[in-house]
């Protein structure tokens, strides 16, 4: 590799421009399907919302699809579907973004957290079954990056014990588990449709489930706590009436959302080959450097690619993870890291007392992460200057 100056000293970049980490893919169809329904004139919860709803349920095989403002109201309802209460215990891995967490807490609920599988940064099973107690009622799974989590192992342990398992699948869409697209393998999965999520709807994400009771209860409580069947029941009355059955949330998606959802749903598989062609150029650049590891992707699974993060051998290199990214924005290239783990910020190491070798795992892996930008639409000459501006960083850091 050539011996050039880095950029942070004084070189020349890489590349001219900047490339950001991620860039969301909106062509002229999804911009088409907006005007039209800014047109039509129904611009909240609408037919558009019940369609998106139809056509993510009817791809991913699941039986119900709630369309929301998030994946983030999706994964509150369904703790709420559940009957989560104060004091109960869900289990959530400390390898997660903060809305995971959080859902939990509104419940005056405690997220018991737990460590990772240091390949696919995903919940250890083991470190699940050992964090169990008469207090839990969930288990939360995160596929990171895409990867989907040992769902074999996870429900036998959920269901072998009365819990209930919530796939918290922001990342994956379309993933799938030994053959079968996430959206039903858990008991309830969320969806998120975040400005940098695989599909988009600006904001946006949805609740799947097979569970007629849970689908009910989450549309109810999804717009005011109104019941639709009172509704039904009260025809007599007209339109006019509905009854409140319960203190309820404004978590509903817009038709405008939906016309964007609508579109690129249709995109997901192309997408997602775009992806897996850009990791696949990445792994075949970085497998054979002993500077990098390339991510592990199980066998019987296949990733939506959302993310691609390469770990750091730190050994290796003479510079951290911090420094390394300084570098690479200074070549041009955006990176990211998925994710802090929850342990590490100060609200859960001041309530509960983490220290941060109390998972080891996230711990390590955090400290070696680092995403690379990885979106359709991203050219061949893209992935040739992130491959390029790596290569220059990590050879300039060689130890
Ligand atoms: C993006 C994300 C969420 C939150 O999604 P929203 O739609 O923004 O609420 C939740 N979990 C993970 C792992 C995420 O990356």
Known sequence: MLAERLALDGGTPVREE????????????????VVDTLRGGWLTTGPRCKRFEREVAAYTGAKHALALNSATAAMHLALEVIGLQAGDEVIVPTYTFAATGEVVLYFG???????????????????????????????????????????????????????????????????????????????????????????????????????????ERAQVMSLHGISKDAWKRYTSEGSWYYEIVAPGFKYNMTDVAAALGLRQLTKQERFRAERAAIAARYDAAFASWPEIQVPSVPDDVETSWHLYIPRLNLGRLSADRARVIKALAAENVGTSVHFIPLHLHPWYRERYGYQPAAFPNALAQYERAVSLPIFPGMTDRDVEDVIAAVAKVVAHYRA
């Open 109 to 215: 609920a405690r997220p018991v957290l737990v460590d990772v599988d240091p390949r696919t940064l995903n919940v250890d099973p083991t470190a699940v079954e050992a964090a169990i107690t008469e207090r839990t009622r969930a288990i939360i799974s995160v596929d990171i990056g895409g990867v989907p989590c040992d769902y074999d192992r996870l429900l036998e342990l959920a269901h072998g014990r009365g819990l209930v398992l919530i796939d918290d699948a922001a990342h994956a869409l379309p993933s799938r588990y030994r053959g079968r697209l996430l959206g039903s393998v858990a008991d309830l999965t969320a969806f998120s449709f975040y400005a940098t999520k695989t599909l988009t709807t600006g904001e946006g994400g949805m609740l799947l489930t097979n569970d007629d009771r849970y689908d």
């Open 18 to 33: 900047w490339l950001p980490f991620h860039r969301p893919r909106i062509e002229d169809d999804e911009i088409a399907e």
